[in-house]
Nanobody, 118 residues
């Protein structure tokens, strides 16, 4: 079992920055990747960025150049630095940890609200 706790959300003006953190606890042995997803009202949950244990990263196209994901394997923590925020970035951001063996399984945090508004 893996437990994920997000922090760092809040209200920010357009063009501002926020840094999200996700601390993982539990059995991390088979966790291959950690990442961030978001869900805006009335929309499906979508990938923001993910990073593997080896450091390989993948970003959604609309986040490239504005968001940066990083990971501290020693602390089992993943971060999302969000810059140049836009109102359309407003959503609940969820931390994800994905296990691939013995079966694929996703763990989720409770979510943290990010609101971009003037």
């Amino acid at each position: 079992q893996v437990h994920l706790v997000e922090s760092g959300g809040g209200l920010v003006q357009p063009g501002g920055s926020l840094r999200l953190s996700c601390a993982a606890s539990g059995i991390m042995l088979n966790i291959n990747s950690m990442g961030w997803y978001r869900q805006a009202p009335g929309k499906q949950r979508e990938l923001v960025a993910e990073i593997t244990r080896s450091g390989r990263v993948n970003y959604a196209d609309s986040m490239k150049g504005r968001f940066t994901i990083s990971r501290n394997n020693t602390k089992n923590t993943v971060y999302l630095q969000m810059d140049s925020l836009k109102p359309e970035d407003t959503a609940v951001y969820y931390c994800n940890a994905r296990r691939l063996v013995p079966t694929t399984f996703d763990y989720w945090g409770q979510g943290t609200q990010v609101t971009v508004s003037s």
